[in-house]
Each structure stands twice: as structure tokens, then as C-alpha cells.
């Protein structure tokens, strides 16, 4: 995670090995990121991989209602 200290927090991979996922792992990792963030007002934002947006969401996080759009050069 990178953050401005202001306001934001860019998240930027959760990643679990995979012989460790199913195991609750990245679950305890989220639990605690959003409790820091939480404790430091920060708002968070991620662009979650394709498939895994259900596993963000129980975290509260949304697809933008204003409709950005994460965008990358390859």
C-alpha cells in the first residue's frame, strides 16, 4: 500500500502464495490493512483482478459510482 497521508491509500496487490490460499490468510491481511486505514482516515482505492472483486467487496470496497475506470499501459 502507498498513501499520501492526507487522504488516500492506493492498495496495490494482495497476493497469497498460492499452497497457503483458502486458508484465511488474505481475509486477516484485509481485516488489519482496513483497521489501519480506518484508525488513519484514509480512503482506500484497488483495482482488484478479474474474478476476485466479490473478495474486496465483503471489505466494503465498490465498483466507482462516478465510473472512473482503472486504466494501465502495457
Known amino acids: 500500500m502507498i498513501s499520501d497521508n492526507i487522504i488516500h491509500a492506493y492498495i496495490f496487490r494482495m497476493i497469497v502464495h498460492p499452497d497457503y490460499r483458502k486458508q484465511g490468510i488474505g481475509t486477516a ?10 484508525e488513519h482516515k484514509l480512503r482506500p482505492t484497488l483495482v482488484a483482478t ?12 465498490i ?4 465510473g472512473y475506470t482503472a486504466m494501465c499501459i502495457r
Open 29 to 38: 491481511i484485509m481485516e488489519e490493512l482496513m483497521k489501519m486505514l480506518k
Open 50 to 61: 478479474p474474478g476476485n472483486s466479490k473478495f474486496y467487496e465483503k471489505f466494503g470496497f
Open 63 to 66: 465498483s466507482d459510482p462516478k
